[in-house]
C-alpha cells in the first residue's frame, strides 16, 4: 500500500530531532509555538503524522485544562472570601488574549478582572495568586506597602511570585506590574 503524501508542517511548529531519541515523540507549547520532539529516524510522512498526532493531543489536553470565565469569577469570590474579606465582590473576571506584557488587570472603578490566557497553561495555585493579586487592587490601585500586605495574606504568593519570575525570564520578558 503507497503512503500518502505528507502533510505540510504549520509554521508555529518547530521540530527538533534527536539521534538520541529512539522511540518516543513528545510535544509541548512554548508560548504561541509548539515544540515537537521525536527520533532522527523518522521519514517526512511518519513526521507529519506525528506532528498531527501531537497536535490533537495539544488541544485536547488545552481544552480539558480551561477554565470558563464563570469558574474563573466563581474562583476569584472563593479566594476573596478566603484570604480578603474586605474586598467587594468583582463585577466581572474574564481571560483574555491581548494581555502580552501582564499577567493580569482590574479596574477599580468597574470592578472588572482581566487575566491574560497565557495563565491558563500554568499551575493553579499561580492563577489563584494572580486572582488575589487583582483582587487587591479593588482596595488598593497601586502597589503600595498596604496593596502588598493583603496580596502577601495567600499562602503561595512569594512561590507564585518566583515561579512567574522565572516564566518571564524563559521567554525573556521584562516584569511589568500585574
Not at 510535544?27 to 513526521?47: H, I, K, N
Not at 495555585?125 to 496580596?151: G, K
Request: proline residues 7%; glycine residues 2%.
Amino acid at each position: 500500500m503507497a503512503e500518502s503524501p505528507p502533510r505540510s508542517i504549520p509554521p508555529y511548529v518547530d521540530i527538533r530531532r534527536s539521534k538520541r531519541r529512539k522511540r518516543t515523540v513528545s510535544a509541548y507549547r512554548d508560548g504561541e509555538r509548539v515544540v515537537v520532539l521525536m527520533p532522527d529516524r523518522l521519514s517526512a510522512a511518519e513526521e507529519a503524522r506525528w506532528v498531527e498526532t501531537m497536535l490533537q493531543r495539544l488541544e485536547k489536553q488545552r481544552s480539558r485544562s480551561r477554565v470558563s470565565d464563570e469558574k474563573l469569577l466563581a474562583r476569584a469570590h472563593e479566594l476573596a472570601c478566603r484570604h480578603l474579606p474586605e474586598v467587594p465582590e468583582p463585577a466581572s473576571v474574564r481571560w483574555v488574549s491581548n494581555q502580552n506584557r501582564r499577567w493580569g488587570s482590574c479596574t477599580p472603578a468597574d470592578r472588572s478582572i482581566r487575566l491574560s490566557d497565557r495563565l491558563q497553561s500554568m499551575p493553579a495555585w499561580v492563577v489563584d495568586y494572580v486572582l488575589v493579586h487583582e483582587l487587591a487592587h479593588l482596595v488598593e490601585p497601586s502597589h503600595n506597602a498596604a496593596f502588598w500586605n493583603l496580596v502577601h495574606r495567600f499562602p503561595k504568593s512569594e512561590r507564585a511570585e518566583g515561579y512567574l519570575e522565572g516564566v518571564s525570564a524563559a521567554a525573556n520578558l521584562t516584569l511589568d506590574d500585574f
